[in-house]
């Protein structure tokens, strides 16, 4: 996703999040390449689940900013199993996801799906929630 010459724009993205569930996946894109997803445009969403589903590699170049019920998956490295993969996830950017089950990871394309709990604050001292900092 670039602001130009990209598959797509942030803005455009962010407004097809407003309605539905997207994939972005590396197979389809209209440029031929190695099979990395470039994330070169900021972009922004407030519900739906944005997933990148890259042959190879993840570049994350521009903020990206989840809110309210919008989700995140990383499947990474999806042309090859998941054994002896060497394809990753790069990060050069802020990433803002809502608190809670919004975000997941998967190497590989017979990988396990990782689920994360995002914490966005800070625990009171003693708390033992478990889905707070202390």
Do not use: C
């Not at 602001?3 to 797509?8: K, L």
């Not at 199993?81 to 996801?97: D, E």
């Amino acid at each position: 996703m670039a602001a130009s010459g990209g598959d797509i724009s942030g803005a455009m993205l962010g407004s097809n999040l407003s309605a539905t569930n997207v994939t972005i996946q590396s197979s389809s894109g209209a440029i031929a390449g190695n099979g990395d997803i470039f994330v070169n445009d900021t972009v922004s969403w407030s519900a739906n689940t944005l997933t990148l589903d890259a042959y190879r590699n993840i570049m994350v170049n521009r903020e990206m900013n989840a809110a309210d019920t919008a989700s995140l998956a990383l499947e990474y490295g999806q042309g090859a199993s998941a054994a002896g993969n060497t394809a990753v996830v790069s990060i050069h950017a802020t990433v803002n996801l809502p608190e809670g089950n919004h975000f997941s990871t998967k190497l590989g394309s017979d990988g396990t799906v990782k689920s994360y709990y995002v914490i966005t604050r800070l625990g009171a001292a003693g708390s033992v929630k478990g889905t707070d900092l202390r």
